[in-house]
């Protein structure tokens, strides 16, 4: 967080990562978007709902679908909540648009970076170790160093561990480049930087997941910065949800289209890439709409995303990927149910259940963490 200026109280805000705040001489004085905390809510959710599977025998999901009839059912369900990565840059963004990096950008890097680095490292480290046991226990693999640093690659460029990395380059990237935060010009190179990535990892073939597109999102983190500093939520607003919300429709009914027709009449693996024209436009139409839905703080009740995004988006993992995987074959084994299925209903049914455990189990883990100052979560 950079030096607050003397002449006025400091002010902290928190973005989808949450960071800590320096030592003030005076009570820090909170700025409280009400849709903020909404959009890292469902985003949050979104991304735990995508990343939660079901049995699919060693088939990666697009071979898997096409075993499946009306597989598109599940890609339909899936893309409700493709619009969690974008906003989460977005987001980050449009928090960054209060603070005045200009003076000291690198140390204001620096201290973000410090913030971030170390709870992430952690859980990766857990992830990392997680993955080896369960990979020892079910397969009987033998663990090296060279399997280690293997499974640590594919954690870093495909598993939601890539976030982070990705994060860091974009705001790298802001805060080098912050006195045209402003610039529409600068606001383009971005968005050509952005279509390149798009052309390479969806159209061209290459069959690339977004996760890869190191460069893919620093656009959106400039839009949410831009949208910040030239008050762009007041015309968002007085348009009101029934207008964004009718946007927000037309866009989902596009991003269907696009995947039904990748899906169908491509070879394309990643048919709900993050990165697809349509999707990227759904995402920017659902920021909108929820900023023109909420002028009030939300009520989350039991649930703080503020407090936990972060925790939930580092921990949710070992969920999806480990311990659920686990289960599934515990009580195959011990209740001789398979729950391999191509019946659509059954996928849909099994995998909202796990995306229910998943979620539940990821939060409360994370508070925990948090009620006893584990794990290096930031807190406020």
């Not at 409280?32 to 990666?60: E, K, L």
């Not at 996760?211 to 910040?228: D, P, Q, S």
């Not at 990748?262 to 929820?290: D, G, K, P």
Request: proline share 5%.
């Amino acid at each position: 967080m950079p030096p607050h200026d003397p002449k006025q109280p400091p002010q902290l805000t928190l973005d989808n990562v949450i960071a800590l705040p320096p030592v003030l001489s005076k009570p820090a004085e909170k700025v409280n978007y009400a849709f903020v905390d909404v959009i890292r809510f469902v985003a949050t959710i979104g991304i735990v709902y995508i990343h939660t599977n079901v049995p699919m025998n060693g088939m990666d999901t697009n071979t898997f679908l096409h075993h499946v009839n009306h597989g598109e059912y599940y890609l339909f369900i899936k893309q409700l909540f493709k619009f969690s990565t974008i906003c989460y840059f977005l987001i980050a963004g449009f928090l960054l648009g209060d603070k005045s990096i200009n003076g000291s950008p690198f140390a204001y890097y620096l201290r973000r970076l410090n913030v971030i680095a170390k709870p992430y490292i952690l859980a990766l480290v857990l992830f990392v170790g997680g993955l080896a046991i369960y990979a020892y226990f079910t397969t009987a693999q033998h663990i090296s160093l060279s399997y280690l640093v293997e499974i640590t690659k594919y954690v870093m460029l495909y598993s939601p561990f890539w976030y982070i990395p990705n994060y860091l380059l974009c705001l790298l990237v802001i805060v080098c480049f912050s006195r045209y935060a402003s610039s529409l010009y600068f606001g383009a190179i971005l968005l050509v930087i952005t279509l390149l990535n798009t052309w390479y990892s969806v159209y061209d073939g290459n069959n690339h997941t977004h996760t890869t597109a190191l460069t893919g999102f620093i656009f959106y983190m400039w839009l949410g910065m831009y949208i910040k500093k030239k008050d762009l939520i007041t015309p968002m607003k007085k348009a009101g949800p029934k207008v964004t919300g009718a946007v927000l429709i037309f866009f989902y009914l596009l991003s269907n289209a696009e995947t039904w027709f990748m899906y169908r009449h491509t070879h394309i693996i990643e048919t709900l890439n993050t990165l697809r024209i349509s999707n990227q436009l759904y995402s920017v139409a659902f920021f909108a709409f929820i900023i023109s839905c909420y002028n009030k703080p939300a009520n989350f009740g039991i649930l703080n995303p503020r407090k936990e995004t972060y925790g939930i988006y580092l921990y949710h993992s070992f969920f999806t990927f480990i311990i659920m995987s686990w289960a599934e074959k515990w009580f195959s084994n011990q209740f001789h149910v398979d729950l391999f299925s191509y019946n659509i209903y059954h996928i849909l049914l099994l995998n909202f259940f796990n995306f229910i455990t998943c979620y539940f189990a990821s939060t409360a883990l994370v508070k925990i963490l948090l009620r006893y100052n584990l794990a290096w979560l930031p807190s406020m």
